[in-house]
């Protein structure tokens, strides 16, 4: 099996990493001074439609795909990571989108089904980066794997933002901002994770539930606090605006200290036969069971509990649930098989 990365950056890859920033803001800044803020849109029905496509790379469902199988067949303990930053980013989109209220561009409102929330930053662009560029920079040091993600992770994370500006339902200060946020996140996020991961990990499962559900939920609140003062609004209405993020973190605080204590599974120890069962058996249940939650949480919750209460229970199925189920009917089936493929 390919050599597992760390996830850890070279000191020549983060300063890599903060010139690329560097350049997004000073090329960014230009663009903008020089007049192209709005520019980069299309009226060409044949360009957008392309990159209408191009842009469902950074939808929900395929990143709730991707997260499943690479959580359930490839490397558990490297899905919590990705699972770690791209939920954080997820809720940093959606307090920053609240806290600026940035109006999209005119063309946005052209379109026969135009985007109702805010701008700055721009939601495809900072999720694309968090979630391609992670993947890709956590496999630099992997040689098996490098090369193919570097050109599948790298295409997504240029033309997911550029179909933004294409569309016209972002323009050049909402994906410059993104990006820099993301990025800006990612660097952070790979220097501190290999400090902080020895010591999480030493903790005992109690205290990792503990801290980890008041992070969330002092997210949650703070997020709320912040807008509630800001735009001198109700509080239970802001609390709404980052609930997606906040519970996917809390299902993570309470599903991964549980099924490491519990359950460990190790998608990366069985065989290719098992992990590709494992795909077919783990995403449909993860798919179904989000789709059940978003219709009946709606009916019975208010919406910032509705919210809250989905991506919580979300991640307690993909994260516990949905390896108990595995554990228990291909990974103990597979042991007990003296010709299951090694």
């Not at 020089?34 to 990143?63: C, I, K, M």
């Not at 993104?178 to 991961?197: E, Q």
């Not at 980890?212 to 001198?232: C, F, Q």
């Not at 599974?265 to 058996?281: E, L, N, Q």
Request: glycine share 8%; charged share 15%; hydrophobic share 50%.
């Amino acid at each position: 099996m390919a050599q597992r990365n760390d996830n850890q950056l070279t000191l020549r890859q983060q300063v890599a990493l903060v010139v690329v920033i560097t350049m997004i803001i000073v090329v960014g800044i230009l663009l903008y001074a020089a007049g192209y803020n709005e520019s980069f849109y299309s009226d060409n029905p044949q360009v957008r439609s392309v990159f209408e496509a191009l842009t469902n790379l950074g939808t929900d469902a395929l990143y709730l795909a991707l997260i499943s199988l690479i959580y359930l067949s490839y490397d558990k303990r490297f899905g919590r990571r990705l699972c770690y930053v791209f939920f954080f980013m997820v809720y940093v989109t959606d307090l920053l989108k609240e806290f600026f209220q940035d109006p999209r561009p005119p063309a946005n409102l052209e379109r026969d089904d135009p985007y109702t929330s805010y701008g700055l930053p721009s939601g495809h662009t900072t999720t694309a980066i968090t979630f391609y560029g992670y993947i890709m920079l956590s496999h630099l040091g992997d040689r098996r794997l490098r090369l193919p993600l570097i050109i599948l992770c790298g295409f997504a994370i240029v033309v997911v933002p550029i179909s933004r500006l294409v569309m016209g339902v972002h323009d050049l200060q909402d994906v410059v901002g993104g990006a820099v946020i993301a990025l800006s996140t990612l660097l952070a996020y790979m220097v501190f994770l290999p400090r902080a991961a020895p010591v999480v990990k030493a903790w005992s499962m109690e205290r990792q539930i503990c801290v980890g559900v008041a992070v969330a939920l002092l997210l949650w609140v703070i997020g709320g606090l912040i807008l509630t003062a800001r735009h001198s609004g109700e509080l239970m209405v802001a609390l709404e605006e980052t609930a997606m993020g906040a519970g996917l973190l809390l299902g993570c605080a309470i599903a991964f200290p549980l099924e490491e204590a519990y359950v460990d599974y190790r998608p990366d120890t069985m065989s290719r036969k098992d992990r590709m069962i494992a795909g077919v058996i783990g995403l449909p249940i993860t798919i179904a069971v989000y789709a059940v939650l978003a219709i009946v949480s709606d009916d019975i919750l208010p919406g910032y509990a509705a919210d809250m209460l989905t991506y919580s229970v979300l991640i307690l199925v993909l994260g516990l649930l949905v390896p108990m189920i595995l554990k228990r009917f291909v990974v103990d089936r597979g042991a007990a098989t003296p010709e299951a493929e090694q």
